[in-house]
């Protein structure tokens, strides 16, 4: 299990991922360098890994929360990339920029909406 002491977001390949600055691992095997989650869909099917290098290695559990890798592996090439989770809610801004604005003043504050 990783116990992550600093979550990153990062760009890659279009889509966002997790970079997570992994506590020691209590493990032999070391790792240099952050590790990468991502969130994929592979032959229908969306599952979260660990990217090394051009391959995935999938986690079962919450990625968020108690998870473990497994001994899957699948090819980066062979995998659509997704956001690293599914939005619920959305908070947008309005109002916030002059041409939407027209000929009305700006307000004081600008004003957020749920979507």
């Known amino acids: 299990m990783l116990r992550p002491r600093t979550l990153l977001s990062v760009a890659l390949a279009g889509a966002l991922t997790f ?3 992994p506590a020691p691992p209590a493990s032999a095997q070391q790792r240099e360098g952050p590790v990468l989650f991502v969130r994929y869909q592979h032959q229908g099917r969306v599952a979260c890994g660990t990217l090394q290098g051009e391959r995935i290695q999938e986690i079962e559990g919450d990625l968020f929360g108690e998870h473990r890798t497994t001994d899957r592996w699948i090819p980066l090439a062979d995998v659509k ?5 599914e939005a619920k809610k959305v908070i947008a801004v309005g109002l916030n920029f002059q041409s939407h604005l027209g000929t009305r003043a700006p307000a ?3 004003g957020l909406f749920a979507k």
Do not use: G, S
Not at 81 to 85: A, N, Y
């Open 19 to 21: 970079a997570a600055l």
């Open 81 to 85: 990339l997704l956001p690293p989770t």
């Open 108 to 110: 004081e504050y600008p």
